[in-house]
């Protein structure tokens, strides 16, 4: 939506997914989960610095990637974004790639567009295209995504990570995370950037956990591959650092 959103009247709630932007220092968008009675439904623009040990967030600008479908709109849970990625493509516009959840028989989605207007305080989303993350009879979760993150391959090509989860409707679980890669995204000359399925690979398997974040390798940590989190909901949450599975 072309037209200034702000947050001080609405205080952003169910925030579920972040990234960098590239090129851009210090600049990061935050997304929440989706509308709720109508509200909500942005991605925040935001600066984030840190000085003398204490980081200070400042609010930018924020926009909704998706249409309110009426006044009292609320997001299906299958059509909630869990995760957001962002990219450069060889014009050096900026693309976000968005990942839908999923749920029971509704797939996971990948979503992505380009992002303009971020100088001049309104930013604008516009799709591209979609795809599903998974075929049904591949699903390994009761939701397909609950993160995204891409690990660069090569100047144009990323690999998808992931993580499904079941068990996420029960306060005490039981849960169970996979995380896999469902292909890649590879940015062709004549065709923009496109998904390049395979069937899922699976990388690590936790049982009794909710994985909900996934980042960069831990720095500390010799041999990380990725940091998780979790949100285990009445059992609160850890985070780990991922190691090779042997």
Same mark, same amino acid.
């Given at each position: !939506? ?7 009247? !609405?205080?952003?709630?169910? $925030?579920? &997914?972040?990234?960098?932007? /590239?090129? %851009?220092?210090?600049?990061?968008? @935050? ?7 109508? $509200?909500?439904? %942005?991605?925040?623009?935001?600066? $984030? ?19 309110? +479908? ?19 493509? /060889?014009?050096? *516009?900026?693309?976000? @790639? ?8 509704? /797939? ?46 090569? +100047?144009?090509?990323? %690999? ?13 679980? /039981? ?6 890669? =469902? ?10 950037? *496109?998904? @390049? *399925? ?10 009794? $956990?909710?994985?909900? &974040? ?5 720095? %500390? ?12 909901? &009445? ?8 190691? =090779?599975? +042997?």
């Amino acid at each position: !939506m072309a037209y200034p959103l702000m947050m001080t009247n !609405m205080p952003p709630i169910d $925030l579920e &997914a972040v990234c960098t932007l /590239p090129q %851009r220092k210090d600049e990061i968008l @935050i997304a929440e989960s989706g509308f709720v009675d109508g $509200l909500y439904g %942005r991605i925040f623009h935001m600066r $984030l610095k840190e000085k003398k040990d204490k980081w200070k967030g400042t609010f930018l600008s924020a926009l909704r990637p998706f249409p309110r +479908k009426d006044a009292t709109y609320s997001t299906p849970k299958a059509e909630q974004i869990e995760g957001m990625a962002c990219i450069e493509n /060889p014009e050096d *516009q900026i693309i976000v @790639i968005l990942a839908l959840r999923g749920e029971n028989n509704t /797939p996971g989605m990948l979503i992505w567009g380009t992002l303009e207007g971020l100088d001049e305080g309104l930013p604008v989303f516009t799709k591209l295209t979609e795809a599903k993350l998974l075929d049904d009879e591949h699903s390994l979760g009761d939701r397909d995504a609950s993160d995204l993150y891409l690990e660069k391959k090569s +100047k144009m090509q990323w %690999r998808i990570w992931t993580s499904a989860v079941d068990g996420a409707g029960e306060d005490f679980g /039981p849960f169970r995370s996979v995380i896999y890669s =469902p292909g890649s995204l590879k940015w062709k000359d004549n065709e923009g950037l *496109q998904f @390049i *399925q395979t069937e899922p690979a699976v990388g690590w398997t936790r049982e009794g $956990l909710k994985i909900e &974040a996934m980042a960069e390798p831990a720095e %500390r940590i010799t041999g990380s591959v990725f940091s998780i989190g979790t949100e285990d909901e &009445a059992l609160g949450g850890i985070w780990q650092p991922l190691l =090779p599975e +042997k």
